[in-house]
């Protein structure tokens, strides 16, 4: 199937969540010995599981994050405090094992896949960080090296961003066929937040400087050319919040195409997508643009200290799980909630029945 078939059937594919599978699960739960409820939101993600599943889950057992990398032609404008050739030497630091999501997805005990979507420069080969067991999987699927400058004219055609929803649309059905049982998304690029947060003006309407936060902590000269880039890109673009895609195409990134077609794919087949921060729910509101049921099947990882985060989970109605000021990127909230939403699963399938136990339920 073409990926242009394939978005235009994506709304019907996506259903909404099972409802009476999320009803067993809640009365699976309440029979449990503790008292209704006791485990909060333990609880609630252990029914979402099920809603997205369509079955109560009792263990998450092959975990995968997954982070797409490209640069930004408006990270030129001063809108980073890093320079753009940092996406480049990240994702070599990826690949040898030494980022903090490498750390982070083996201890949650999940794989990591780093794709090269759009980074503008080559990346380098680098030998594993000493005593870290990469085991990290690189893949190369280049749409275009980087972004256009998106304060000027479109960042990318509408062909690149329709490839590069193909690119994590393939990436995440191979991983299916492989198995795997839950999506943590995550993202690197000098200059995606700025992208990130056009995107969320764009589609919420809001001002620039509502949505828009330090990134990587740009100072206050920074933040001030940042918010200036969106501004003159929405005004330059006269964009429709009824056009998701075209909204994408104008101001948006590679990595966040590449998440958008992770994410609808992942739903597709009925497999939980765990949200990192601040552009991956950017990704998101897009994806459900395309997708309206799409929101009942995310996970929101935590709520990072960009400003436009805590608009963007309102928005898809999804309560964090962690509230960490991170403002990293990288998967890193994603590879953190993995934990808890495995023993929430295993909550289910390992604690005795008030019956089981022998012991008493409420008077």
């Given amino acids: 199937m073409t990926a242009e078939a394939w978005l235009d059937g994506i709304a019907a594919a996506i259903p909404p969540i099972d409802a009476a599978a999320a009803a067993v699960a809640s009365t699976h739960l309440d029979r449990l010995t503790k008292p209704p409820g006791s485990l909060g ?5 252990a029914i979402r599981l099920a809603g997205i599943r369509g079955r109560i889950v009792t263990d998450i057992e092959r975990p995968v994050v997954i982070v797409f990398a490209a640069d930004h032609g408006v990270a030129a404008r001063g809108v980073s405090a890093y320079p753009p050739e940092v996406t480049a030497q990240m994702v070599a630091n990826f690949a040898a094992g030494g980022a903090a999501i490498n750390v982070l997805a083996r201890a949650a005990g999940a794989n990591l896949v780093v794709v090269d979507i759009g980074v503008g420069g080559a990346v380098a080969a680098h030998a594993s960080v000493a005593g870290s067991d990469a085991g990290v999987r690189l893949v190369q699927a280049r749409v275009a090296n980087g972004t256009r400058d998106l304060t000027t004219g479109p960042a990318m055609t509408r062909a690149e961003v329709t490839a590069a929803i193909d690119v994590g649309r393939e990436v995440v059905s191979g991983l299916i066929r492989d198995g795997i049982d839950l999506v943590g998304l ?13 995107i969320v003006a764009a589609l919420t309407g809001l001002p620039p400087s509502t949505v828009t936060g330090r990134g990587t902590g740009v100072d206050d000269p920074g933040l001030v050319r940042k918010v200036a880039a969106i501004e003159a890109a929405l005004a330059h673009h006269g964009l429709d919040r009824a056009d998701p895609l075209g909204i994408l195409a104008a101001v948006g990134g590679l990595e966040i195409a590449g998440l958008v077609g992770a994410m609808l794919a992942a739903a597709a087949a009925r497999i939980p997508v765990v949200l990192d921060g601040f552009i991956t729910g950017a990704a998101a509101l897009v994806a459900t643009g395309l997708a309206p049921n799409l929101a009942g099947r995310l996970i929101a990882a935590h709520r990072s200290v960009e400003p436009g985060h805590a608009i963007v989970l309102e928005r898809l109605g999804l309560s964090p799980i962690l509230q960490l000021d991170l403002r990293l990127g990288e998967g890193s909230g994603a590879a953190l909630a993995i934990p808890i939403i495995r023993a929430a699963a295993r909550i289910g399938g390992e604690m005795a029945t008030f019956d089981e136990a022998g012991v008493s339920g409420a008077g």
């Fill in 41 to 45: 939101g333990l609880e609630a993600i």
């Fill in 186 to 198: 995550g993202e690197m690029g000098i200059g995606n937040t700025t992208a990130a947060s056009a």
